[in-house]
């Protein structure tokens, strides 16, 4: 019945470059978004500015290798908003995730452990985590505290430590710094945050999801299927997708969205357009800021985002390892004694300003180990980071020294990975940047801070009628690309009920 009332409107409108609503972005957010607003019944052109779909999940192919553009895992798999998505869309769950026996191998502050994915054999892999990392016993009972009060705290608790940081929680149960630097870098790990700036509410909250849906996994087809599965049924609800169609400036009239513009000549008109660009970019690059108000301007210019990484591809020629991921640190070899809150504080804050780091943390998913497909019969794709600064930061260090730092780390965390290298493709900060077309080039590009997430993040409405944000830039929870695609369908929800009461 509700969907009738878009489609009713929809029938009054002029066919050719006339739409419903234009999306700008495939990335998870687009698509998600796109696709649920196809649903609804409006008529949908979403637009792509580069070759291939996908944004951070997209892919290119080499030597037989369907590679990911990013460095991704996925927590939730079909428990979360991805197979929500797809049920809602009406095509069941055709996302198929796996998981390696040993999803990951954690390597570094003197730890060598293999994460199992069978939660049974959990607590062998937490002794050993606790015997080699010398973790003083007097705070175990501490730490399990902690850990319940975690896994136990009801939604409204959560909500009310969004505000607060990570560190500020660890410190109810403990000052120890190693406790805070192991377990407050386990959890910044999911928003590229350090335990300082992170939100403990939005932290709580995923790794409540993380532990109690046991999914975190990889897809069947590499990244880029669950962008591509979103837009298969964005046109199978008659949407139209566009690549190579990269929008230049967002039409604003009267206040009101108007359409788009798409390489500076072909316009697109919709009284809806959607951008999962950075706000940042959608309200100053875009629109123009002459159309917002100052007080938003002026929250939009202060937005955090996470950090980013730079970037490697390696094409193996046998395979060295099993796990589904490689986390750790380089030097490995630090005993807890080294480990000072002061001397996180200060790596932390070269990243900041732009100086290489004393260590370096290395993420390597192993897509290949979770889907052979991605690579020719008996070879290994690796794809790893290394956290960097956001373009908008200026390197004080040769760019180069940041990639030849994360190559340095990850030869010495995966043995055989230097020797067997049919091909090494390393990325810059920028050429991500360039290629997800956000100016900063961040993770996430409004960083999960306890000013910027729960009732505080931007919402998906702008003081422009008619122009939404979705996305990592704007609304909901949880770790990028599942943040991002729950954004997008929460924002189509909104938009289909900003129509059917009038206010587009
Ligand atoms: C190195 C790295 C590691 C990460 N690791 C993980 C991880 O392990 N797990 C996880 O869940 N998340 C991870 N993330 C975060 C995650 O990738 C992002 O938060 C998420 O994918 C963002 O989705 P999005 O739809 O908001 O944006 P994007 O995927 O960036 O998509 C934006 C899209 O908009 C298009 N676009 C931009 N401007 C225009 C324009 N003017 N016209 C037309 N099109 C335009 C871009 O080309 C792009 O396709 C990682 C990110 C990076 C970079």
Request: hydrophobic share 40%; net charge positive; with cysteine.
């Amino acid at each position: 019945m509700a969907e009738n009332k878009a489609s009713e409107k929809r029938e009054g409108l002029e066919s050719g470059n006339r739409y419903d609503a234009i999306v700008i972005g495939t990335g998870m957010g687009g698509s998600a978004c796109g696709a649920l607003l196809a649903k609804h019944g409006f008529k949908v052109l979403i637009l792509e500015k580069n070759p291939r779909i996908g944004g951070s999940c997209s892919y290119y192919e080499k030597d037989g290798f369907k590679i990911d553009m990013g460095t991704h895992m996925f927590i939730r798999g079909n428990k979360g908003p991805f197979g929500t998505c797809t049920r809602r869309l009406g095509m069941g769950t055709p996302l198929e995730f796996i998981r390696t026996r040993n999803i990951a191998w954690l390597r570094g502050f003197n730890v060598d452990a293999r994460v199992p994915s069978n939660v049974f054999l959990m607590p062998i892999f937490i002794g050993r985590v606790l015997v080699q990392s010398g973790f003083p016993l007097r705070l175990i009972p501490n730490v399990m505290r902690m850990f319940y009060d975690i896994l136990k705290m009801p939604p409204e608790k959560i909500e009310e430590w969004d505000g607060r940081t990570i560190e500020e929680f660890m410190a109810q149960y403990t000052e120890e710094p190693f406790v805070h630097a192991l377990i407050g870098f386990l959890l910044g790990l999911y928003f590229i945050l350090p335990p300082w700036q992170a939100s403990a509410g939005e932290s709580i909250w995923n790794f409540q999801r993380f532990v109690y849906d046991s999914s975190l996994g990889y897809p069947k087809g590499g990244a880029v299927a669950i962008p591509a599965t979103f837009l298969k049924g964005a046109e199978m609800h008659g949407a139209k997708v566009m690549t190579n169609a990269g929008v230049t400036k967002i039409m604003v009239e009267d206040g009101k969205v108007a359409g788009v513009v798409v390489k500076d000549k072909d316009k697109f008109y919709a009284p809806v357009v959607v951008s999962t660009t950075s706000l940042r970019d959608t309200v100053f690059k875009l629109a123009g800021s002459q159309y917002f108000p100052k007080s938003y301007v002026n929250r939009v210019e202060k937005i955090k985002s996470s950090f980013i990484a730079v970037q490697a591809k390696i094409g193996l020629k046998k395979k060295v390892t099993d796990v589904g991921c490689v986390c750790g640190s380089y030097p490995r070899k630090r005993s807890q004694k080294d480990i000072s809150l002061e001397e996180m504080k200060k790596i932390f804050k070269n990243l900041e300003e732009g100086k290489l780091l004393s260590y370096t943390p290395i993420y390597c998913p192993i897509p290949s180990n979770f889907d052979p497909d991605l690579a020719p019969p008996g070879r290994q794709l690796l794809t790893a980071c290394a956290v960097a600064p956001t373009t908008d930061i200026e390197l004080q260090d040769d760019p180069k020294a940041w990639i030849d730092d994360m190559l340095t780390a990850l030869y010495d965390l995966v043995p055989g990975a230097k020797e067997n290298a049919i091909f090494v493709d390393t990325f810059s900060v920028e050429a991500m940047a360039n290629w997800i077309g956000k100016t900063s080039g961040a993770a996430v590009t409004t960083g999960q801070t306890p000013d910027q997430v729960g009732v505080n993040r931007p919402g998906h409405r702008t003081p422009v009628s008619g122009l939404y944000i979705c996305g990592d830039g704007a609304g909901s929870r949880g770790v990028g690309t599942e943040l991002a695609c729950q954004s997008g369908m929460d924002c189509a929800d909104l938009i289909f009920n900003d129509w059917r009461n009038y206010l587009i």
